[in-house]
């Protein structure tokens, strides 16, 4: 067993496709399927289903995927830090272009920037925020760039990012719909999207993939789209509409104030997690691996 058997499988477990995985990681598909052969003879357990419609995993095939995530992650942590130490810390220097999303930009980040800063006093930061869809474009062409997102997954196999990118979803986040405290919306203890999109809604984002991504629960009526998150709880709280929020956004977000709103959980959690993205054409330097590791740090506070 190697470390490349372990990446085709989480692959394939993936994109359900031997053709597709094949595609996104540039290995040749009998490659892959050699490789994964060897596998399943080595450990004498079959982990795939393979029929018409394309592959499944077994039971047994999909706790082998949780553990080969686990190892590759790890493998990743150790191969960071192997970088970093190629060079001092204390000769990091320069500017760390980030490119990051408002939900992060006013929760997180700020505590972010200040823990690098205390141990890397020689590098400065150029921080843009923008929309998920620029900042796909951007990170494609500043090659020595990283991007801070939060991001759901549908939105990601929709646009199929992970073939233009490399992205790499870090945390699951529990969505609520918050509201004035005299919304009607509070008859309900938790409530479907379908519900929600009765009611005018705010929404942080202000390119087509906001629109995109309620698509498959209805009609939305949009009363605001801004990136201005202040903004959009203002509306909010002055009951003219309701709005999405992570629990990053309730718990760290210093524009929202919870004695002006209230907020319920949605129904069948979307699937929307917080990570990064870099360019395809270019391993990330120590000083932003470090900065990721950083970043995974206070994710892990929230």
Do not use: C
């Amino acid at each position: 067993m190697d470390l490349k058997q372990l990446r085709y499988l989480v692959e394939i477990a993936k994109h359900r496709s031997m053709t597709l995985a094949s595609k996104r990681i540039f290995i040749s598909q009998p490659t892959i399927s050699n490789a994964l052969k060897n596998l399943e003879e080595e450990l004498g357990v079959e982990l795939f289903i393979r029929n018409k419609s394309g592959i499944s995993m077994t039971p047994f095939g999909q706790e082998v995927v949780v553990r080969a995530k686990s190892i590759l992650e790890e493998v990743g942590a150790i191969q960071s830090k192997a970088q970093i130490a190629k060079k001092p810390a204390n000769v990091f220097a320069g500017t760390l272009m980030i490119y990051t999303v408002s939900s992060i930009n006013h929760t997180i980040l700020p505590d972010i920037l200040e823990a690098y800063k205390r141990q890397y006093p020689h590098v400065s930061f150029n921080v843009i925020e923008t929309d998920l869809e620029e900042i796909v474009i951007q990170v494609q062409r500043k090659k020595n760039s990283i991007a801070l997102v939060a991001i759901e997954n549908y939105i990601v196999e929709h646009y199929q990012l992970d073939s233009v990118v490399n992205y790499v979803p870090l945390v699951q986040e529990r969505m609520f719909v918050y509201a004035a405290k005299n919304s009607p919306i509070f008859k309900y203890k938790s409530i479907s999207m379908k519900k929600i999109l009765a009611y005018p809604l705010v929404i942080y984002d202000v390119n087509t993939w906001a629109d995109e991504s309620l698509r498959p629960y209805g009609k939305a009526n949009v009363l605001l789209k801004s990136n201005d998150m202040a903004l959009g709880f203002k509306m909010v709280a002055e009951s003219h509409a309701v709005g999405f929020a992570s629990n990053m956004v309730i718990n760290k977000g210093a524009f929202f104030d919870s004695s002006l709103v209230s907020y319920i959980p949605i129904e069948n959690q979307i699937q929307y997690y917080i990570g990064y993205m870099y360019s395809k054409e270019k391993e990330l330097e120590a000083p932003l691996l470090e900065f990721i590791n950083i970043f995974k740090f206070h994710l892990n506070s929230i």
